[in-house]
T-cell receptor
Framework: AQKVTQAQTEISVVEKEDVTLDCVYE???????LFWYKQPPSGELVFLIR??????QNEISGRYSWNFQKSTSSFNFTITASQVVDSAVYFC?????????????FGTGTRLTIIP | DTEVTQTPKHLVMGMTNKKSLKCEQH?????MYWYKQKAKKPPELMFV???????INESVPSRFSPECPNSSLLNLHLHALQPEDSALYLC??????????????FGEGSWLTVV
C-alpha cells in the first residue's frame, strides 16, 4: 500500500521569507510518480509538478523548487521569497506505475499562510 | 485557467431533490474522475471512467450516480442526498494508463450543500 505523510499541518511565515513544505512517501513499487498540488480558497487543485521515481534531478521553477531524495523517500517543496498569493493548502501525492490504476494517494495537506 | 470546467460552482439542494453536477474537458483526455473533498481533508476518489467506461467505483452510495456521455463530458447525478454529503466535488481528467504517470488535472470544483 502507498502512503504520503505531510507532517506540517499548518505553517505561517512573514512575506518574503523562504518556506519548505515536507513530504515523505512510502511505496514498495520501484516505479512511481510524485506530485504537488496547490489548493487556494477557491477550491481548484492546481497542478504544480510531477516527478518520476527514476529522475532524481531537482527542479526549479521561478520561486518554486523541489528536492527529491529517494534515499530518504522525501519530495520537499520550497518557496523562495514567499508572497501573499502563495497562501493555500498544498498537497503532495503519489501514484504508482500500474496500467489502468489511475489512483492518486494524497497526503493530508499543509495549510500555508503568508503574513503581509 | 483550468481546462476542466465544472458547473455549477455552488449548489444548495434539499434531501428530496434531484440535481446534477457537470464537468467538461477539451484536452483529449480519456480518463475522467470524480473526487469528494470534505473540509480540511484531502480529496477522496469516488469514480473513474476510462474510455467512457466506469473502471473504478470506490464503494460510493447509490445516491451518487455517475454518467459519461462522451469522452469530453462527465456528470454526477445526485438524488436523496444527506447533509453529510455536503462537500466540494472535484472533477478531473488525465491521459490513460501506461507507464507515464499521467498527470491528473482538476477543475475548480462544485461546492454542494445539502439542507
Amino acid at each position: 500500500a502507498q502512503k504520503v505523510t505531510q507532517a506540517q499541518t499548518e505553517i505561517s511565515v512573514v512575506e518574503k521569507e523562504d518556506v519548505t513544505l515536507d513530504c515523505v512517501y512510502e511505496t514498495r513499487d520501484t516505479t512511481y510518480y510524485l506530485f504537488w498540488y496547490k489548493q487556494p480558497p477557491s477550491g481548484e487543485l492546481v497542478f504544480l509538478i510531477r516527478r518520476n521515481s527514476f529522475d532524481e534531478q531537482n527542479e526549479i521553477s521561478g520561486r518554486y523548487s523541489w528536492n527529491f531524495q529517494k534515499s530518504t523517500s522525501s519530495f520537499n517543496f520550497t518557496i523562495t521569497a514567499s508572497q501573499v498569493v502563495d497562501s493555500a493548502v498544498y498537497f503532495c501525492a503519489l501514484r504508482i506505475s500500474n496500467f489502468g490504476n489511475e489512483k492518486l494517494t494524497f497526503g493530508t495537506g499543509t495549510r500555508l499562510t503568508i503574513i503581509p | 485557467d483550468t481546462e476542466v470546467t465544472q458547473t455549477p460552482k455552488h449548489l444548495v439542494m434539499g434531501m428530496t431533490n434531484k440535481k446534477s453536477l457537470k464537468c467538461e474537458q477539451h484536452m483529449g483526455h480519456r480518463a475522467m474522475y470524480w473526487y469528494k473533498q470534505k473540509a480540511k481533508k484531502p480529496p477522496e476518489l469516488m469514480f473513474v471512467y476510462s474510455y467512457e467506461k466506469l473502471s473504478i467505483n470506490e464503494s460510493v452510495p447509490s445516491r451518487f450516480s455517475p454518467e459519461c456521455p462522451n469522452s469530453s463530458l462527465l456528470n454526477l447525478h445526485l438524488h436523496a442526498l444527506q447533509p453529510e454529503d455536503s462537500a466540494l466535488y472535484l472533477c478531473a481528467s488525465s491521459q490513460v494508463g501506461g507507464l507515464s504517470g499521467n498527470t491528473i488535472y482538476f477543475g475548480e470544483g462544485s461546492w454542494l450543500t445539502v439542507v
